[in-house]
C-alpha cells in the first residue's frame, strides 16, 4: 500500500502532462499543416488518426517508463526518528 501511495504521485503527475502536452502539440502541428500549404485557400484534410498518432506515441512511450520504473525501483516511504530539539523533531 506504501508504494502504491508514492507511486501514485509520479504516475499522475506524468501521465497528465503527457496527456495535455500532445494534446497542445497535436493542435499545433495541426494548424501548421494548414498554414504551410502548398496551395493557398485549398481544403487540407488533417484525420483524426493524424492528430491522435502523437498523443498515442508520447502517452506509451510514458507508460513504458513508468512501467519500469515502478517494477525496477518503486518509491517508497520510509521515516527516521531523528532527536529534534522540540516536539516537532526540528
Known sequence: ARVAMC???PWLAFTGFAVTFSALFS???RVNR???????????????????APFAVLLS???IVLICWTVI???TYSREENDGLDYWNR
Not at 35 to 47: D, E, P, S, T, Y
Open 34 to 52: 494548414l498554414f504551410r500549404n502548398k496551395i493557398r485557400h485549398a481544403r487540407v484534410q488533417v484525420k483524426v488518426k493524424d492528430v491522435l
Open 61 to 63: 512511450s510514458n507508460i
Open 73 to 75: 525501483d518503486p518509491l
Open 7 to 9: 507511486m501514485s504521485i
Open 27 to 29: 493542435k499545433t502541428w
